[in-house]
């Protein structure tokens, strides 16, 4: 009887999130995600107001994915006539979209609620960098112990300079003008 009881009550789930799905009412698309076509920014200029320099960084790199997006684009159309090439070709086509409708986020002055969507996902663009910034240190930390001469130091100066980036990133996004913002 309980066993009936719980899948019934999965089904409903289910069902009711299908149902949202189809309706359009499912949460709003995610942050761009780092990965081929948004890789770490090159460098982060955190210079004069926290929150300014973060939306700088962050328009920079959505536009770079988005480059990346429309030319990955244009070499899948060539192979659009295999059924794996008409799945990617309408994949970049979504991310396209969603990379369009964030940039439309970031770049969204408007004063109201608007901001605290546009903060939300700055922070979440922030912390993703600063997760794999983490992790790219901590591999050149595993470099630097496994590796001796050159290949050691390199590797920990490379540590220090990961580890520096995602320290920097955590400061800015604990300044004033950023928790402030969008309340």
């Known amino acids: ?33 780092l990965g081929p076509y948004f890789p770490i920014p090159n460098s982060f200029n955190l210079n004069g107001v926290a929150r300014d320099a973060l939306l ?11 480059d990346r997006l429309e030319k ?27 990379t369009k409708a964030e940039i439309a986020i970031a770049s969204d002055t408007t004063p109201g ?3 605290k969507v546009r903060k939300d996902k700055l922070l979440t663009n922030v912390n993703q960098w600063i997760n794999e910034l983490d992790h790219l240190a901590t591999e050149q930390m595993k470099i630097a112990i496994m590796s001796d001469g050159g290949a050691a130091m390199t590797a920990e100066k490379m540590n220090q300079q990961y580890s520096q980036f995602a ?11 950023v928790e402030n913002w969008g309340k």
Do not use: C, H, Y
């Open 56 to 66: 700088n960084i962050q328009s920079s790199w959505l536009k770079n994915g988005l």
């Open 72 to 98: 990955a684009k244009k070499e899948a159309e060539a192979d659009k006539t295999t059924p794996e090439g008409e799945a990617k070709l309408k994949d970049l086509d979504r991310l396209i979209e969603e």
């Open 167 to 177: 320290d920097d990133l955590q400061k800015a996004k604990r300044d004033a003008s």
């Open 113 to 115: 609620e608007n901001q």
């Open 1 to 33: 009887m309980a066993f009936s009881f719980k899948t019934g009550g999965l089904r409903l789930a289910l069902a009711t999130a299908l149902i949202a799905g189809a309706l359009g009412v499912a949460a709003p698309a995610q942050a761009a995600k």
